[in-house]
């Protein structure tokens, strides 16, 4: 049954294909959102894809100001920029040909080495006793179109401006929604929290990799532990406020784990906004296996992957 399909797989976001990789389309997104990201920077945090869709700067914090090359040269008097709310890089089109390329080295340590394994952690499997009262289209083993209802749903619960709209025309209030999905844990059981194996340390290149590679693989992990997830499951199922709260968690794991490591005073631009969509994609794969593992891998998974620009 598709319901118990791995939730990033080709049943639900179709992140991760059958053969155990990396999908075209989630590879390309992500190169993609990197890219963007460099080219129109990161001011005020609201640069990633996120945060045009949910009202929050991502990360909520400017980091410590160091000398940006960009600045350095566009505006010589003035070179600090803030590590992660960082200006626009006039060499963002320069960098595409070496970003996008599957035999030049970003795609091979960074997508290949770093950006998979993390996905293939979080493919984690969809409630085994999904109820289809809320998301039939986990029983169906056939793509199916994402009903007209859901895509509106899901944009009323991201924009309060839409939800009269929704609540006119489906005679459903979008808050009696909400307050039917908070009642799942009680009537259904919290999802189980799932087992996340660490995968093997691939060959890294750079001697720092490593301790990165395993950093950025526990974030998951301590976010997933049962005493967050029942916090997580008893908040309002608000997708700002579930992105917001998962994204602060992992954001203080992450700004420790670069402290640790001693790369804050030296990353590059590439490298910061690579972190930034790794650590946004994430908190969404995170988003995207909640919603599985209470209501199965169906067409809400898929939305919402789809939404969150995963694939």
């Not at 595409?96 to 035999?103: A, H, K, M």
């Not at 795609?107 to 085994?128: A, F, R, W």
């Not at 946004?280 to 988003?287: A, C, E, K």
Request: charged letters at 15%; proline letters at 12%.
């Amino acid at each position: 049954m598709a319901f118990n399909a791995p939730i990033l797989g080709p049943k639900g976001v179709g992140m991760m294909g059958d053969d155990g990789k990396l999908t075209v389309a989630a590879r390309d997104a992500f190169t993609a959102q990197v890219l963007l990201l460099l080219a129109g920077g990161n001011k005020d945090g609201k640069g990633p894809k996120i945060s045009s869709l949910l009202p929050i700067s991502f990360p909520p914090v400017p980091g410590p100001k160091l000398v940006d090359p960009d600045r350095l040269l566009l505006k010589p008097t003035d070179p600090m920029g803030d590590l992660f709310w960082f200006d626009p890089s006039p060499l963002a089109l320069l960098m595409s040909p070496v970003i996008v390329d599957p035999e030049k080295a970003y795609q091979k340590i960074i997508v290949t080495n770093l950006y998979e394994p993390i996905v293939k952690m979080l493919n984690v499997n969809g409630n085994l006793n999904a109820p289809p009262l809320f998301d039939p289209t986990c029983f169906f083993d056939v793509e199916v179109d994402i009903p007209q209802f859901l895509i509106e749903l899901n944009a009323a619960l991201l924009d309060p401006k839409l939800q009269t709209a929704f609540d006119v025309k489906y005679k459903v209030g979008v808050p009696k929604l909400v307050d039917l999905a908070l009642q799942l844990p009680k009537l259904f059981g919290a999802p189980p929290v799932p087992t996340l194996p660490i995968p093997p340390i691939p060959d890294f290149d750079f001697i720092i990799f490593p301790d990165l590679f395993l950093g950025l693989l526990s974030i998951p992990i301590e976010i997933l532990k049962p005493d967050v997830m029942i916090d997580l499951i008893k908040m309002p199922p608000s997708p700002p406020a579930l992105f917001l709260k998962i994204g602060e968690i992992a954001l203080g794991l992450l700004l420790k784990l670069l402290e640790k490591l001693g790369m804050l005073v030296i990353l590059p631009k590439l490298l910061v906004a690579t972190m930034i969509v790794i650590l946004q994609n994430m908190v969404s794969m995170m988003v995207c296996d909640m919603i599985g593992m209470i209501l199965g891998t169906g067409q809400l998974v898929k939305l919402a992957g789809t939404v969150l620009g995963l694939s």
